[in-house]
Every structure is written in structure tokens, then in C-alpha cells.
């Protein structure tokens, strides 16, 4: 399998593709795989634990990984491409000025984990917890979270484009100089989140939600 034939299944999200994929893909250890190369290409890696590890300026690409865990790892300018990931924990690893593109996440725990200047493209976290995750000076186009956990994460000067929310619990979250313009919010749980009111100018909101944005920052009066 090459990153290209991935590429269409992450595009398509067909199960079928995927079986084809996963039959032909090579599956290797990753403990090993991270001593020889730089650069990480077209394989599978299962049930594998990587822990206090270095992971600076690695390359994964056209990889799948079911079930890994990464445990206080750092991996600054880390590059993940045209990847899958199911099942995985990767929370509270430091993935700052890291790369993200082409991805999908399913059911995996990002909680606690560090993106500050990171970039995102064409990746959509589905089922996932990144509950205090970190944002911030980052950007991310073509990004999706559904059905996901986004608690008390921090979106401070967060560049969007294409973003999608969907059935999203954003509770707590700090929102600051990040336009979420033309954004739909009306699905996603928005309750105590720290923001501006130009940072959700020409959000979609439901009906609901544009009451609790009103009382973030006014007061309103009773007539009754």
C-alpha cells in the first residue's frame, strides 16, 4: 500500500477500501521502526505502548495504528501523513509545531495533549477525548471533531478555515482571538466557555445558545 491508496480511503472512508488496505500493509514493531528511521512509512503498528520517548522531527507516513499508546512522549516538529489512527492514547504528549495531514482519528484520547503551533489539514477526530488539549497559535483547515470531547481546551489564537463541529461538548473551553465566523455551534454543548463576542460573530448558534451568549455578555432584564 502507498500513502496515495490511503489517501483515497481517508477521502472516501469506504470499510471495503480499508480491508484491501490492512491486508496488504506491513505490520512492524514501532519500538523498532522509531530506532532505524526518520522518516516511517506504510506500516502497521498494533497493542504497542511507547513510553519517555524522543520522537523530535520524526515522519510517519501512509502508517495505521490500532490500539497504541504513547505515554509522556515529546515530539516537537512531529510529521503524521495520510495516517488512521483506532484506539489510541496519546494524551498528555507534547506535539508542539507538529504537523497533522490527512488524518483520521477513531474512538482514540488525545486528553491533556499540547498542539501550540501546530497545523491541521484534512483531519477529522471522530468519538475522541481531547478534554484539555491545547490549541493555541495554531491553524487548521479542512478540521472536523464529531461526536467529541473538547473540555476546557484552549483555542487562543487558533487560525480557521473549513471547520466542523458536530455534537461537540466544548464545555469550559477558552476561545480568544479565534473567529469562529460562519462556524455551526448549534449542535455542541457551548456552556461556560471563555470567549469574546467577536470571536463568535457569525457563528450558527441554535436558539438556546444565543440566549447563553446574550447573558455571557449583558445583563438581562426582567420585564416580568
Known amino acids: 500500500m502507498n500513502s496515495l491508496n490511503l489517501s483515497l ?9 480499508e480491508e484491501k488496505f490492512l491486508n496488504i500493509i506491513e505490520e512492524s514493531n514501532l519500538e523498532e521502526s522509531l530506532e532505524k528511521n526518520e522518516r516511517i512509512e506504510n506500516f502497521l503498528f498494533k497493542d504497542e505502548t511507547i513510553k519517555d520517548k524522543e ?27 495520510d495516517c488512521t489512527f ?46 484539555y488539549a491545547n490549541f493555541s497559535y495554531g491553524k487548521g483547515e479542512y478540521l472536523s ?27 469550559g473551553s477558552f476561545i480568544y ?13 457551548i456552556n461556560k466557555i471563555s470567549t469574546t463576542i467577536d470571536c463568535l460573530k457569525g457563528s450558527v448558534v441554535s436558539i438556546d445558545q444565543a440566549l447563553l451568549i446574550a447573558r455571557m455578555f449583558v445583563k438581562i432584564k426582567d420585564d416580568l
Open 9 to 17: 480511503y481517508l477521502v472516501t472512508n469506504n470499510s471495503e477500501d
Open 55 to 81: 520522537l523530535t522531527s520524526l515522519s510517519f507516513s501512509g502508517c495505521v495504528f490500532e490500539n497504541c499508546t504513547f505515554i509522556n512522549c515529546k515530539a516537537l516538529m512531529i510529521e503524521f501523513s
Open 86 to 131: 483506532h484506539k489510541c492514547d496519546f494524551s498528555n504528549n507534547d506535539f508542539t509545531t507538529g504537523t497533522f495531514h490527512r488524518l483520521i482519528f477513531n474512538d482514540c484520547k488525545l486528553t491533556g495533549s499540547i498542539f501550540i503551533e501546530a497545523s491541521f489539514f484534512g483531519v477529522k477526530f471522530n468519538n475522541s477525548l481531547l478534554d
Open 145 to 171: 471533531f464529531s461526536n467529541s470531547s473538547l473540555q476546557n481546551s484552549d483555542f487562543d489564537n487558533f487560525k480557521l478555515k473549513e471547520f466542523t463541529l458536530e455534537n461537540v461538548n466544548l464545555e
Open 177 to 189: 482571538n479565534t473567529s469562529f465566523e460562519n462556524i455551526d455551534l448549534s449542535s455542541s454543548n
